[in-house]
């Protein structure tokens, strides 16, 4: 059969061509895409699982090889943390020792200060108790060691540890010029004969020139940070049912949270178990490197054993073994529906194929243009929502990942809540201050907490703020697991839903044991005296406005009554500041039994005392309290192998008429026992206005001495001192003279002592000093025969630790050479303190003073001292010349301590001569100089200057 082609047939043929090429086409397309899909359904089915188990094991190995890495980061901070730890520790140990210094400086002895410093951080620990505080000083010594007290004390300084290292040498070296860390070994607790790496952090305490530190073992640091990091990982949870397992290399079983009943248990213990072979095998894997296995084990949601993939990574570092898995059953049943919808998949596509191949034949070209264009802009649309989603999950992400660490790793415990007040989670900060596990209070009301020292007001105002300003915060006592109570900061917000209603409660809480305790001892030191421990001064205050406001709103008195101990510098001077310390212990102890209970007896500084007497129904009733006081303090004290009779003077001042504020009440009480003073010791006085004025007055007296050396209304005169034998002019004694332009001249027993009591004697005896060893100097210019000048020390000076170099200043200045100056001494002064002045007078014999020492034979007059200090005069009290010849007892006592002086090679001046009988009598018994109104009374410098000119032919006794 022909084809005939034509202009009909062409279009037709054309038509068939095209609708059979279309049929081929359709055809071979439907079955090339059924076949297709059965290849790829097989391919993708495949693919899907190798995918699914790809996807877990990467999500595996990226969990477990962060934790692993987590693990080595906090094995690399063990040292960082541990110096940190030590020097906050430190830190706060220092600041307690500044406080205490700060505080008693002045008040106490520089020992007795060091022993409070001792004592306050010889019980302090931290570090779970293992961690204590240390002193040594700069030499090597061992001040504090609360482990090993019996080496305190002794030297440290050739310690070494096994490798030859000079442990405390390198304590002071951290201390004094390294960053205060030292790294050591020593034997570890329970282990003496093995030694571990330890750090000790250490700081100076300057006033001291201690060092203070505290140390601890980098294993022991490295165990804590171990502990930690395992109850993190035991809470880790990732996928639908992921957990960490945690093992040790010989076989520990650390942690399992499906099995927790085996945790702790040793791998050998297991009996032949599946469980112990599955565990020999993932042993054996880390022992390779690590890695991926599957195995079979107990799924806690069902109890049954399951297969489960896991990964394997050795943490070389600690000997432990991690092993982050899921269970695989969720996993099949996932993978079973992605097949069910898979096979649906494709036969739908063999179905449906031949239609949308014959509709798509004609529609292709046109339909596809316009589809591609539309399809092609909706998936970039999409495709750019999508990325934004993406971006936001991923910051999402981060700020939970974030808010977890705080949450976990902040020192502070911290509780979260529903609106219900039911515990939703804590942290390990919670933990570790109250005890209790995270799985024994979750869903427990916090109220499990309570100390049962609140009452129900307290909770309900608590709850009050809490709901209209949505936080509360405040101090509140809770309780611990084992049953003790603690103070806690404690600081609640409440987080609101859309419709503003509380959907959770969040508890931040800090333990302020610590803190409570020590403003507890910063209050007492502050408010009572540390040798007596009596209230003080600060206390005193407070409990007299008190009671002043008391009386005043009741209508009723109070008497404060002021107590000075009678000479109790001569026991100080002549026992030692220890006795002395003892006898204000018991006057205190004694004081307390003779008042009442309601009563305040305190103590404001050395030997002085107060009482204050609230609610008295007269005046009358605050002499009765003082005759007892006489009474109680009239036996006498037994201090060691010493019985000290101590006598007070008391002076009352009674409110209101005496005052009507504390300060006024004090002020006068203090004049008034002065004025017992003044009336003979071992009596009471009330105040009145007299006493009143001669306060004032001596008040004035004070303001113008200060202003006395400005003015230049000081001025020296001198008393000539005499040979016994020859009559010759030898010497002279420089006397202190005031003339006050409005009061006239002013004796010295009237500024010397005021002088004394606040420090102006300090500059007023270098100006003493300094004009005498310049007016000698002068007469020596002059031509005139040179004299001796003696310059009187006061006590105050003599305390002075650079006296012999201000005496060597005084000296440089005028020119004076050392020999023609002689400094005058009392008893009390050398026996003050012997070591200390010992080194002084040393210093100032090496320098060629004479030193004499002033009414020998009215003190202790101890023979110990002559013998012990370099001394070249005795200068014999008027007491005991006034009656001489006449006096036997006067004639016999100085007749030995001429005889006593000779005997020692010390020269004897006799004081206050005034009769020639009295010449006769000491030149006779071989007394060497005098002064006195029998030749000479103190006269001004150019007068003496007079005198030295009709004695310009005498010769010096000491040329």
């Not at 092993?323 to 049943?333: C, P, R, S, T």
């Not at 105002?461 to 509140?476: K, P, V």
């Not at 003077?649 to 003044?678: H, R, W």
Request: glycine content about 8%; overall charge negative; aromatic content about 8%.
């Amino acid at each position: 059969m022909s084809l005939v082609i034509n202009e009909k047939s062409l279009p037709r043929l054309q038509l068939i061509g095209m609708l059979t090429l279309v049929l081929v086409f359709t055809l071979g397309l439907g079955i090339h895409f059924t076949l297709q899909h059965e290849r790829d359904f097989e391919a993708s089915l495949a693919a899907l699982e190798a995918e699914t188990l790809a996807q877990q094991q990467s999500l595996l190995e990226a969990e477990v090889d962060s934790k692993r890495n987590y693990l080595e980061f906090v094995r690399s901070r063990t040292e960082s943390v541990l110096k940190t730890s030590l020097k906050v520790q430190v830190d706060q140990a220092l600041r307690l020792a500044e406080a205490i210094y700060a505080q008693e400086k002045g008040k106490r002895p520089e020992k007795e200060i060091r022993r409070l410093v001792v004592e306050a951080l010889r019980p302090l620990r931290f570090f779970d108790g293992r961690g204590y505080f240390f002193i040594d000083d700069l030499a090597g010594n061992c001040v504090l060691l609360p482990t090993a007290p019996g080496r305190e004390g002794s030297s440290l300084l050739d310690n070494r540890d096994d490798s030859g290292h000079y442990i405390m040498r390198g304590l002071i070296e951290a201390g004094t010029r390294g960053d205060g860390y030292s790294r050591y070994r020593w034997y570890a607790p329970g282990n003496e004969k093995e030694m571990a790496d330890k750090i000790a952090y250490v700081r100076r305490f300057e006033p001291f020139g201690w060092l203070i530190g505290a140390g601890d073992y980098l294993y022991q640091m490295e165990a804590d940070l171990q502990r930690e990091a395992l109850e993190r990982l035991r809470s880790v949870r990732f996928a639908h049912d992921g957990y960490l397992a945690v093992l040790h290399e010989n076989g520990n079983i650390l942690i399992t949270p499906a099995n927790p009943g085996i945790e702790g248990r040793r791998l050998d213990s297991l009996g032949g178990s599946d469980e112990q072979r599955t565990i020999a095998r993932i042993l054996d894997l880390a022992r390779q490197g690590g890695g991926p296995i599957r195995y079979d084990w107990i799924n806690p949601a069902t109890g049954k054993l399951s297969p489960k993939l896991s990964v394997v990574r050795p943490v070389e570092s600690w000997g432990w073994v991690l092993i982050a898995g899921v269970y695989l059953d969720d996993l099949q049943e996932d993978l079973a529906r992605r097949r069910s919808s898979l096979e649906s998949g494709v036969r739908q596509h063999i179905s449906t194929t031949a239609l949308v191949l014959a509709v798509a034949a004609g529609a292709t070209l046109l339909f596809s243009f316009f589809f591609s264009g539309w399809l092609a802009r909706l998936f970039r649309q999409y495709r750019e929502d999508l990325d934004s989603r993406n971006a936001q999950l991923l910051e999402n992400a981060r700020e939970l990942k974030l808010a977890a660490q705080v949450f976990e790793s902040g020192n502070e415990g911290m509780v979260i809540t529903d609106g219900d007040n039911r515990i939703i989670t804590v942290n390990q900060a919670f933990t570790r201050i109250t005890g209790y596990r995270p799985e024994e209070v979750v869903g427990q009301n916090p109220a499990i907490f309570s100390s049962g020292r609140h009452d129900a007001d307290f909770y309900r105002q608590m709850w009050h703020q809490l709901r209209d300003t949505g936080a509360w915060s405040g101090e509140i006592w809770n309780r611990r697991k084992d049953g003790s109570l603690y103070p806690e900061w404690l600081n609640i917000s409440s987080v609101r839903d859309e419709g503003g209603q509380a959907s959770h409660y969040i508890a931040a809480f800090s333990d302020i044991t610590e803190r409570k305790a020590a403003e507890a001892q910063v209050r007492h030191l502050a408010e009572y005296d540390a040798l007596t421990n009596l209230p003080n001064r600060v206390l005193l205050q407070d409990r007299l406005g008190q009671a002043i406001a008391a009386a005043r709103r009741a209508g009723s008195c109070l008497a404060l009554l002021f107590l000075d101990l009678d000479r109790f510098k001569n026991i100080n001077d002549s026992l030692g500041h220890t006795v002395g310390d003892q006898v204000l212990c018991q006057v205190g102890e004694r004081l307390l039994t003779a008042v009442r209970a309601s009563d305040t007896v305190s103590r404001l500084g050395g030997d002085e005392f107060v009482l204050l007497l609230p609610q008295l129904e007269s005046p009358a009733q605050a002499a009765s309290v003082a005759e007892k006081l006489l009474h109680t303090l009239a036996t006498p004290l037994a201090i060691d192998d010493y019985e000290l009779a101590v006598t007070p003077s008391i002076g009352i001042a009674v409110f209101p008429e005496d005052g009507e504020d504390g300060d006024t009440l004090l002020k006068n009480a203090d004049a008034a026992m002065y004025v017992a003073k003044e009336s003979g010791r071992n009596n009471y006085q009330y105040f009145t206005a007299a006493m009143n004025a001669r306060v004032s007055q001596r008040l004035l007296l004070e303001n113008n001495l200060r202003q006395a050396l400005a003015r230049q209304e000081l001025a020296l005169h001198y008393q000539p001192q005499y040979d016994l034998h020859s009559g010759t002019l030898v010497g002279c004694e420089a006397l202190l003279r005031w003339r006050q332009p409005e009061q006239g001249l002013i004796p010295p027993d009237r500024f010397i002592p005021v002088a004394e009591e606040t420090g102006l004697i300090l500059p007023i005896g270098q100006w003493v000093l300094r004009e005498a060893c310049r007016q000698a100097q002068a007469w020596q210019d002059a031509g005139l025969p040179p004299l001796v000048v003696a310059v009187n020390i006061s006590a105050v000076q003599f305390r002075q630790a650079n006296l012999a170099a201000l005496v060597q200043e005084a000296l440089a200045a005028s020119g004076l050479s050392p020999c023609w100056l002689e400094l005058e001494l009392t008893e009390s002064m050398l026996m003050e303190d012997g070591e200390r002045h010992t080194q002084t007078l040393a210093q100032l014999k090496a320098m060629g003073i004479r030193l004499a020492l002033d009414d020998f034979g009215t003190g202790y007059s101890s023979l110990a001292y002559l013998k012990r200090f370099s001394l070249d005069k005795l200068k014999i009290d008027r007491s005991f010349i006034r009656d001489l010849p006449q006096d036997a007892e006067d004639a016999a006592i100085t007749t030995a301590i001429i005889g006593m002086a000779r005997d020692l090679g010390l020269e004897t001046l006799a004081e206050g001569v005034e009769t020639e009988q009295q010449w006769s009598f000491l030149a006779e018994r071989g007394c060497a100089q005098m002064q006195g109104f029998l030749r000479a009374r103190p006269m001004p410098a150019d007068e003496i200057t007079a005198l030295l000119g009709r004695h310009r032919s005498a010769t010096p006794a000491n040329d």
